[in-house]
T-cell receptor
Framework: AQTVTQSQPEMSVQEAETVTLSCTYD???????LFWYKQPPSRQMILVIR??????QNATENRFSVNFQKAAKSFSLKISDSQLGDAAMYFC???????????FGQGTRLTINP | DVKVTQSSRYLVKRTGEKVFLECVQD?????MFWYRQDPGLGLRLIYF???????EKGDIPEGYSVSREKKERFSLILESASTNQTSMYLC?????????????FGPGTRLTVT
C-alpha cells in the first residue's frame, strides 16, 4: 500500500521569512502526480501546487515552490515571503498511477508569527 | 466558479440515529469522494464514485454507505451512528477528463455523535 508521511505536525515561521514543509511517500509506481493542499481555519481545502512525476523541473506558483526528489520519494513545499494568510493546515497528497484517488499525509499546521 | 456544497456545517446526532450527509457539485464532475478528517490522521477515504449509481469502497468504509442517484449529488449515510464516527466529513469532486485528478472540496460537516 502507498503511504504518505508528513513528519512535522506543526511548524511556525516569522512573517516574510521562508519555510519548508516536508513530505515523503512510498510507492512502486513510476508515473504519478503530487499535490499540496491548503486548509485555512474554518475554510475550504484548496489546491496550492501540483507536480508531475515525469517532469524533472520543480513546479512553482508565485511564492510557492516544490522540491521534488523522485529517487528519494520526497516532495517538499517551500513558501517564500510568508504572509499571515498562509496560516493553515497543509496536506501532501500524491495520486498514484491509474488511480483518481489521492492519498493524504497527516498534515502540517503552519503558524505565521507577525 | 467551481463549487462543492455540503448540506450542513455542524451536525449533532444521537447514538443509533441514521444520519445523511449530502454533497452537491455544480461542475458536472464524474468523480465524487467522501473523506473523514481526524487530527493526526489526515484525510481518509470512505467511499468514492466514478459515475451515477457507481460506488467503490475506500480505506475505511465500515459503518458507512453511499448513494449517487444523480451526477451532481453524492450522499454519505451512517446507518446507525456511533460515537467513534464523531469527526469532520469532507466531500470532494473531480473531472475524469484530465490527467491531473485535481479534487475540489466542500466546506466540510463537523458531526458530533453523543
Amino acid at each position: 500500500a502507498q503511504t504518505v508521511t508528513q513528519s512535522q505536525p506543526e511548524m511556525s515561521v516569522q512573517e516574510a521569512e521562508t519555510v519548508t514543509l516536508s513530505c515523503t511517500y512510498d510507492t512502486s509506481e513510476s508515473d504519478y502526480y503530487l499535490f499540496w493542499y491548503k486548509q485555512p481555519p474554518s475554510r475550504q481545502m484548496i489546491l496550492v501546487i501540483r507536480q508531475e512525476a515525469y517532469k524533472q523541473q520543480n513546479a512553482t506558483e508565485n511564492r510557492f515552490s516544490v522540491n521534488f526528489q523522485k529517487a528519494a520519494k520526497s516532495f517538499s513545499l517551500k513558501i517564500s515571503d510568508s504572509q499571515l494568510g498562509d496560516a493553515a493546515m497543509y496536506f501532501c497528497a500524491p495520486s498514484f498511477q491509474g488511480a483518481q484517488k489521492l492519498v493524504f499525509g497527516q498534515g502540517t499546521r503552519l503558524t505565521i508569527n507577525p | 466558479d467551481v463549487k462543492v456544497t455540503q448540506s450542513s456545517r455542524y451536525l449533532v446526532k444521537r447514538t443509533g440515529e441514521k444520519v445523511f450527509l449530502e454533497c452537491v457539485q455544480d461542475m458536472d464532475h464524474e468523480n465524487m469522494f467522501w473523506y473523514r478528517q481526524d487530527p493526526g490522521l489526515g484525510l481518509r477515504l470512505i467511499y468514492f464514485s466514478y459515475d451515477v449509481k457507481m460506488k467503490e469502497k475506500g480505506d475505511i468504509p465500515e459503518g458507512y454507505s453511499v448513494s449517487r442517484e444523480k451526477k451532481e449529488r453524492f450522499s454519505l449515510i451512517l446507518e446507525s451512528a456511533s460515537t467513534n464516527q464523531t469527526s469532520m466529513y469532507l466531500c470532494a469532486s473531480s473531472y475524469s477528463g484530465t490527467i491531473y485528478y485535481e479534487q475540489y472540496f466542500g466546506p466540510g460537516t463537523r458531526l458530533t455523535v453523543t
